[in-house]
């Protein structure tokens, strides 16, 4: 069975400092692991994803994710946040790259204050 | 860029009613799926389709039904929508293994459901 975390339901964050949302995962093998962002009353965007190399991934809007393997964790990091990056970010993880098989987390809402 | 169409985003209905909620994509991608979204229970999925006519139950299947006959559109239909699937309903699509994005998944808009 696989599982996704996200300890934290709501993360605020002045605007200009670094900002954190936190992810753990459970998984059989290998993780494929992602990272989506959902806006007010809209679908959730792709932000990026590790399959495998290196170990800090960047993708869209300034984002990056660090892959632990030692710790099961994929947090996603950005070095100084906007007030438009407020918006429910969720992790996901799959076992076989599949994406029939991907679980997602409950999701992060993330504040940033102006 | 890919596009995923949900033709309505905001649906009142009544207890007992069917409900058809339908859904496209522009990608010619494989696989298309439909989530349910709750707060806090994060994203269900309730069915997935991995080519026409082909279905494969999800997490939440009971109370729900699919159609996909065609490559692009997949239907999620509440057969007798009751007060508990009041939700955000997401489709979304992937293109199929092999391919060098098969497996990300690209979401639709979403459609507020709401059951009285």
């Known amino acids: 069975a696989q599982s996704v975390a996200q300890p934290e339901d709501q993360v605020n964050v002045a605007e200009g400092n670094p900002l954190t949302v936190k992810c753990t995962y459970s998984?059989?093998?290998?993780?494929?692991l992602f990272w989506y962002v959902q806006y007010p009353n809209r679908g959730l965007q792709f932000l990026l994803k590790?399959?495998?190399?290196?170990?800090l991934v960047k993708g869209s809007y300034g984002f990056e994710a660090e892959f632990n393997k030692s710790q099961t964790s994929f947090h996603l990091k950005k070095p100084s946040a906007l007030v438009s990056d407020s918006a429910l970010y969720f992790c996901?993880?799959?076992?076989?790259?599949?994406?029939?098989?991907?679980?997602f987390g409950s999701g992060t809402q993330l504040t940033v204050l102006p | 860029d890919v596009k995923v169409t949900q033709s309505s985003r905001y649906l009142v209905k009544r207890t007992g009613e069917k409900v058809f909620l339908e859904c496209v994509q522009d990608?010619?991608?494989?696989?298309m799926f439909w989530y349910r979204q709750d707060p806090g229970l994060g994203l269900r999925l309730i069915y997935f389709?991995?080519?026409?006519?082909?279905?494969e139950k999800g997490d939440i299947p009971e109370g729900y039904s699919v159609s996909r006959e065609k490559k692009e559109r997949f239907s999620l239909i509440l057969e007798s929508a009751s007060t508990n699937q009041t939700s955000m309903y997401l489709c979304?699509?992937?293109?199929?293994?092999?391919?060098?994005?098969?497996?990300?998944?690209?979401f639709g808009e979403g459609s507020w459901l709401t059951v009285v």
């Open positions: 979304a699509s992937s293109p199929g293994v092999g391919a060098v994005d098969g497996n990300t998944i690209y």
């Open positions: 998984v059989s093998g290998n993780p494929y």
């Open positions: 590790y399959i495998t190399g290196d170990n």
């Open positions: 996901a993880v799959s076992y076989s790259g599949s994406a029939r098989q991907l679980t």
């Open positions: 990608m010619d991608h494989e696989n």
């Open positions: 389709s991995y080519d026409v006519k082909m279905k």
